[in-house]
Every structure is written in structure tokens, then in C-alpha cells.
């Protein structure tokens, strides 16, 4: 952290991390709304608080700052989830003839 701060790439990492959080969230959206459909969206809300927990408890401008991208991304996901379902309705992404959880 202190080459980060000494040479002000705080910032850059901190985007940079932000894009690739941003870049996994989109499938594994994909991949829980296939396997689990949108009644997961719970586990997502989950993640979010949680994270919002830890991002007020880590002191560090830079992990706390992370914490909150992964905490909103996570709730962002719910919407996403719901979104996916009707992108999968019109055909744009497979149905799972055989999803095995149900909720």
C-alpha cells in the first residue's frame, strides 16, 4: 500500500479493480440465474449488506473503498438477475431444461 500511495496509483488501482469486480459480476449473474433462477436474488442482497458491514468496519480509504464497489455491485446483481430472466424469456441466453434447486 505504501508504493501505491507514494507513487498515487491509489486511484488507478482502485479503477482498475472496479472494472474487473464490474467484469465478474456479469457472469456469474448469468450462471446463478441458469442454475438457480431469480429466486436467488436474496443471496445477492446478502452479499451486499455484508459487504456494506465490512466496508464501514476496514479503516483503509483503498479496501474500504473495494468493499463498497463488490457490496453495490452485489446489489446491483438483483436487478441484473431480474433482467437476465427476461433476456433469457426472449431468447437471448439458454433456459435450463434442468435446473435441479428450486427455491
Not at 472496479?18 to 436467488?40: A, D, M, N, Q, W
Not at 479503516?59 to 438483483?78: E, T
Amino acid at each position: 500500500m505504501d508504493f501505491l500511495t507514494t507513487h498515487h496509483l491509489g486511484g488507478l488501482m482502485l479503477g482498475i479493480c472496479t472494472f474487473l469486480i464490474i467484469g465478474i459480476f456479469h457472469p456469474i449473474v448469468i450462471k446463478v440465474e441458469y442454475y438457480y433462477g431469480t429466486r436467488s436474488w436474496w443471496f445477492f442482497l446478502i452479499l451486499g449488506i455484508l459487504g456494506i458491514i465490512a466496508c464501514l468496519w476496514v479503516s483503509d480509504l483503498f479496501w474500504s473503498s473495494l468493499l463498497g464497489v463488490i457490496a453495490f455491485s452485489c446489489f446491483w446483481s438483483i436487478h441484473e438477475i431480474f433482467q437476465q430472466e427476461e433476456r433469457v424469456r426472449k431468447g437471448w441466453f439458454p433456459k435450463n431444461p434442468n435446473r435441479k434447486y428450486k427455491f
